[in-house]
Structures are given as structure tokens and as C-alpha cells.
């Protein structure tokens, strides 16, 4: 990305699409590029030493306009705000004297060497060496403050480097401490929520904007990640509705739905009962009381028309049946999203498992027919837009379920559906291997390629209507 | 190791001078083990623990003084910020602010101004945190004289 020549013509070849965002992929080493040069940029205007500059940005989390303005205004108050000397004294070492004495381990005299930071508190040398060690292994950095009893002093990058000198390890540990705090400080930068993975991310599109325009990003390391929620990409349904919808199929309350759709209670001891066959005369197991399923009426009432009640549309047992038909809709309702949702999740996992089988399959191809390996690649192609459309139409139906009905919805399912039939239709073509009586392998080829363009069109339709009517705020959503 | 016990060592001499009204005593539980000590507070006066004792079981971990001790009550305690029942100190030198600077003697009065000062805002004991929040200073005062009386008195 960075430093590639052909990004400016590539870049204006490739318009970007309204639902992507800007972005940029860091590596641990471009992290310390950024920070010294945002070191680099203020030193001179406020005109302090470089360790000064350093720690008053990381005090303000490196909000540079604030920090100009206010050191503009109080220079010495910014300063004592945040406890810095302007030109911190270079940290040394020195030998004690009688009066030393070493207030962590109470070593005294002239034998020991001790480092005092400016504010004056004389620590011995062993003893500052464990301490920062110690805060350093808690994952601290330049927060670490001077050991003395309630002393506001900041340690300071420079001394705690020269304190750890010797140790390379808690050193680089120091280092990593410092970068993190630099990423986690920042609004604009977030880690990629990958095990292992060690690249950030830098992302500059105001929060305000992130329902409306889905900040979905894509590491170095392959993870595409939504920046605003970590949650995995979950383009094109926003983060609230995300968050709900996970909670909704966390928690149990379809349970809850399925139990009021289901069962009816015991109108007399409020037992719940589910009527798995049998007539409609109940006997209510917990207290006998006997009663009518259909009209739930007392079944005394009932007198000689057994089996057949004539008291359906009574008031009393019309409500009670409305209740009833209201949660078995919502239920199927909420089974109806579902049942895409996770299909869609499901055909994506499959899908992974699919590239595996392609890659073998473009092997074959490739020795059979003696072609060239770019000539096959359109096969992987084709698997990561089937890939792309999965995520897209899983997360749609989560779009769709909180979406209220009207003529933009119908539209929006309709764009919904052209690119479900397309992406099955392809999924269909790219899973059925090569065979002799089928089509030619060019034959076969055109077909692939004609699909995938054609899906990713579709892919695209739906992603530009879902973003604009997002934008233009066209969607009513509703929630439960 | 050997610092700490060097330490433990010095924090011991220096104790004689430093015990004072407010505590009573502060020693190893035994001549062979450094690193377990108990204490004694009295409770601070023109408070609803006046008149009471309270002890303390301390340990040092070895890592003492970068690490912080485990202070913990043995006598019950009535306080906004400390368990009842396992007499845990919710204090914040205990923990994030621990200074390697602080001595068991300065910790122990740090306890000691917790007494008096109670931090309704982040409670380990609701029930003592929810009357001060809700300004029941006389129900507060009363329910701590009680629970010192009966836990904590000196005739016991």
C-alpha cells in the first residue's frame, strides 16, 4: 500500500466504493516512525526538550492541537499540570554520602550509587532497576512515576531506558509497553483483534459517522474487522443493530417465545402446559383442575358438546388466543431471519473449506489442460467473491430483521434475493468439479468468469443502495 | 530474597519508635517467618470505632516492597470498604498506588485513616455504604458502634 508508484494510478482506476473507508495498515516499526514524527513536528514550536515534548504529548494522548493551544496560553501551567521540568537533567547514576539512605531497602552510606529524578527522591540503584522492572512487567510505561510516597513525578522515557540498559529483554518489553499505550490512546487507532497479529490499524472517519457509514477494515494479516465495534466485518447491518441481534440470539429469549407460542398456563395454579396430542379436554396435572385447550373455559361449562367447543369467539378466549398467535408469529418471524442467517454462516465456513478443494482442482486443471497459473486463477476468484457475498447477505438478514416493512424494504429484499439466486447459482457452478462430458475447460472458464462479475455487480448494487439509504437515513429501523 | 528479609529487618528496629496510640503493635506472628506479621489498631477516636481493637493479618510477599502487603482484617469490621466477612481492605495504596516507599508502619495508618474516613463510592460491604450514601450518618454510627462493641470490644 504505502510507497507502492502505482498507487495514484491504480487509485483513480479503482474509485472508491461509498462503503468503504480509508484506512492504513501500520507494522510495530511504522508505529515508532508515526510517533517520532509527531514527536519531530511539536518539538520545535514548543520549543522544549525532545523527552519533554514526548512525555506532554503522551499526557494529553497526543492531541496536538489542545496541547499547542494550552501551552500557548500557560506555558507553566501545562507544564506543572502534568509535573515535567522543561529540560528534564540527564539521568545519572551518583554515589552516596553519609546522609543517603535508600528509603525501599534502607541501604545507607557511600557504597551505594543512587538516581534521583529532578523532584530530589535518592532511590539506590538495585532498587529503581526491580521497581521499573516490576512496573514494566505490569504492562506499564511512561506512567511509571518516582517510588517516593504520593510523588506526582513522571519517570521519564530517558531514565527508564537508562535504568533498564542492562536488561535487553525488560528493555524491549519497555519499548512495546510504550507503542501499545501509543495505539490504545488514540481514538483513531485500534489494534487488529487477530491472535497474534501485531499490526494496527489507523482509521479516521468520525465516530459520529460510524452507523452510517460502517468502518469495515482489512489487516495486512487478512482479518477484516469492523473498527468501530472489533466485531468481525458485519457490512452491511450497522453496530447497534449487530450488538442486538447478538444479544438476542445470546440470551434466551426466543426461549421465552417458544414457551408462549407453545404452551398455554393452567388458568387456575398458572402451570405451564404443552399440549403434545389428545383432546381438548385438560386436566390440569398440578391442581386437576379441568378446563377446555381451545377456549380455555372452565370444562363444566362445556356440558354434552364434548370435543367440539362452541365458545371460540367469546371475548375472554379471543384475547387469550390473540396473545397466544402473536408470539408464535413473532417466533417464526425471528426463525425466518435466523434460518438465513445461519445458513449463510454455515455455506461461509463451507466456503473456506471449498478454497481448499479449488486450489486442488486449479492444480489439476493446470496439468490437465496445460495451462499457465494465471490462467487459473479466476477459480480462487470467484471463491473470495462467494466469500464476500456470504458475510454480506448473512449480515443483511440481521438488516433485514430489525428493518421496518414499507416500499424501501421491498426494495431493499429484492436487491437482497437478485444477489442470494446469483451467489447460490454460483456457488453451484464453482462446487462441481470438471468432468469429460461436461463443458470444455474454456467453455467452463467463460461461465465461471461471466458469474462472478455478474455477483459482484449485484454485490456491489445492494452495498451502495444499503449505504446510501443508511447516509440519507432512508431505513426505519425498529427494536423490540 | 535476602532484600526483603534486609528490609523486614529494618522496618522491625525502626517499629519500637514508631508505635504509637494509634498502633498498638505491629510484629511477626513467630521469630522464624519474616513474612507474616499481625497488627493491632485501635479505633480512631470521635468515631463509631472508638473503643474498639481491631487486628490485622499481614503478608509480605517477596517481592515486597516493589509489590504491596496483604493487609487483612481478622477482628469483623463494619466499613464501607471492608469485607465482612473475609476482612478484605479495599485501599487503593493496597493496590494500584502502592509505592515501594510506603513501610508496613505507613500502611498500617493508612488503614487506620481508612477507619475514619470512609469511601462510600466503591463499597466491598453495601449495606455500611448505602446508609452513608443515603446520609444516615445516625444509622451508620450506630450500626459500626454496635458491631464494634460486639466484635471489637476491649473486654472481651
Given at each position: ?480 | ?60 510477599p517477596e517481592e515486597y516492597p516493589i509489590k504491596p502487603p496483604s493487609l487483612i482484617f481478622t477482628t469483623p469490621v463494619c466499613h464501607p470498604n471492608v469485607h465482612f466477612e473475609t476482612g478484605e481492605i479495599c485501599l487503593d495504596i493496597l493496590k494500584s498506588q502502592w509505592s515501594p516507599a510506603w513501610t508496613l508502619t505507613s500502611t498500617c495508618l493508612a488503614v487506620h485513616v481508612l477507619l475514619a474516613n470512609p469511601e462510600p463510592s466503591s463499597p466491598l460491604n453495601c449495606d455500611a455504604a448505602n ?26
Amino acid at each position: 500500500m504505502d510507497g507502492d508508484e502505482f498507487e495514484p494510478i491504480l487509485g483513480s482506476l479503482q474509485k472508491k466504493k461509498p462503503w468503504e473507508v480509508d484506512f492504513k495498515v501500520y507494522d510495530p516499526h511504522d508505529l515508532l516512525v508515526k510517533q517520532e514524527a509527531i514527536v519531530d513536528r511539536l518539538q520545535s514550536p514548543l520549543a522544549l526538550s525532545r523527552e519533554t515534548t514526548t512525555l506532554l504529548l503522551r499526557c494529553c494522548f497526543w492531541k496536538e492541537e489542545s496541547l499547542l493551544e494550552s501551552f500557548l496560553l500557560d506555558r507553566d501551567g501545562t507544564l506543572a499540570k502534568v509535573g515535567l521540568p522543561e529540560h528534564p537533567p540527564r539521568p545519572k547514576f551518583e554515589a552516596g554520602d553519609e546522609s543517603f539512605m535508600c528509603e525501599i531497602c534502607y541501604c545507607d552510606g557511600a557504597d551505594e550509587t543512587y538516581l534521583a529524578l529532578w523532584c530530589g527522591h535518592r532511590f539506590c540503584r538495585d532498587c529503581y532497576r526491580a521497581y521499573v522492572s516490576g512496573k514494566v512487567h505490569e504492562g506499564e510505561s511512561w506512567r511509571i512515576r518516582c517510588p517516593a510516597v504520593k510523588c506526582r513525578t513522571l519517570l521519564g522515557l530517558e531514565p527508564a531506558r537508562f535504568i533498564l540498559a542492562d536488561d535487553k529483554a525488560m528493555l524491549n518489553r519497555y519499548e512495546e509497553n510504550l507503542t501499545r499505550s501509543f495505539v490504545n490512546d488514540l481514538p483513531t487507532f485500534s489494534w487488529c483483534p487477530a491472535p497474534n497479529c501485531e499490526y494496527a490499524i489507523e482509521c479516521q472517519v468520525p465516530r459520529s459517522t460510524w452507523e452510517t457509514t460502517i468502518p469495515t477494515v482489512h489487516c495486512r494479516c487478512g482479518k477484516a474487522f469492523c473498527f468501530s465495534c472489533k466485531h468481525d466485518d458485519h457490512i452491511p447491518a450497522p453496530c447497534s443493530l449487530v450488538s442486538m441481534w447478538m444479544q438476542k440470539c445470546k440470551d434466551d429469549s426466543e426461549t421465552s417465545n417458544w414457551i408462549k407460542a407453545n404452551t398455554k398456563e393452567c388458568v387456575k395454579c398458572k402451570s405451564t402446559i404443552e399440549k403434545n396430542g389428545g383432546c381438548n379436554h385438560m386436566v390440569c396435572r398440578e391442581c386437576h383442575h379441568e378446563f377446555c385447550w381451545v377456549c380455555m373455559g372452565p370444562w363444566a361449562e362445556h356440558g354434552q358438546s364434548y370435543y367440539n367447543c362452541n365458545r371460540f369467539d367469546e371475548d375472554s378466549s379471543k384475547n387469550a388466543r390473540d396473545s397466544v398467535s402473536k408470539s408464535r408469529a413473532m417466533l417464526e418471524r425471528y426463525l425466518h431471519y435466523f434460518t438465513r442467517y445461519n445458513n449463510h454462516e454455515q455455506s461461509a465456513k463451507l466456503a473456506r473449506r471449498l478454497l481448499a478443494a479449488t486450489e486442488k482442482n486449479m492444480d489439476q486443471i493446470q496439468r490437465d489442460h496445460t495451462l499457465s497459473w494465471i490462467e487459473v486463477q479466476f477459480l480462487s476468484e470467484a471463491v473470495d467473491v462467494l466469500s464476500l457475498c456470504r458475510s454480506t447477505l448473512k449480515w443483511s438478514y440481521v438488516l433485514g430483521y430489525y428493518m421496518k416493512s414499507g416500499n424501501q424494504k421491498t426494495i431493499f429484499e429484492n436487491n437482497q434475493s437478485d444477489l442470494e439466486m446469483a451467489t447460490e447459482l454460483l456457488n453451484e457452478l464453482v462446487e462441481n468439479p470438471i468432468t469429460e462430458d461436461g463443458p470444455s475447460i474454456e467453455e467452463f472458464k467463460r461461465m465461471v468468469i461471466d458469474k462472478s462479475t455478474y455477483v459482484k455487480t449485484r454485490w456491489e448494487t445492494i452495498l451502495a443502495d444499503i449505504t446510501a439509504g443508511l447516509q440519507e437515513n432512508r431505513w426505519q429501523f425498529e427494536s423490540e | 530474597m535476602a532484600s526483603v528479609i534486609r528490609r523486614l529487618l529494618k522496618e522491625l528496629q525502626d517499629i519500637r519508635k514508631d508505635l504509637s496510640d494509634e498502633l498498638l503493635s505491629l510484629k511477626p506472628v513467630n521469630d522464624e517467618d519474616l513474612l507474616q506479621w499481625h497488627a493491632v489498631l485501635r479505633g480512631p477516636r470521635e468515631t463509631p470505632y472508638q473503643g474498639g481493637l481491631f487486628r490485622l493479618r499481614i503478608d509480605v510477599p517477596e517481592e515486597y516492597p516493589i509489590k504491596p502487603p496483604s493487609l487483612i482484617f481478622t477482628t469483623p469490621v463494619c466499613h464501607p470498604n471492608v469485607h465482612f466477612e473475609t476482612g478484605e481492605i479495599c485501599l487503593d495504596i493496597l493496590k494500584s498506588q502502592w509505592s515501594p516507599a510506603w513501610t508496613l508502619t505507613s500502611t498500617c495508618l493508612a488503614v487506620h485513616v481508612l477507619l475514619a474516613n470512609p469511601e462510600p463510592s466503591s463499597p466491598l460491604n453495601c449495606d455500611a455504604a448505602n446508609l452513608l450514601r443515603c446520609g444516615d450518618v445516625v444509622g451508620y454510627s450506630s450500626l459500626v458502634s454496635m458491631y464494634t462493641h460486639i466484635f471489637a470490644g476491649q473486654f472481651q
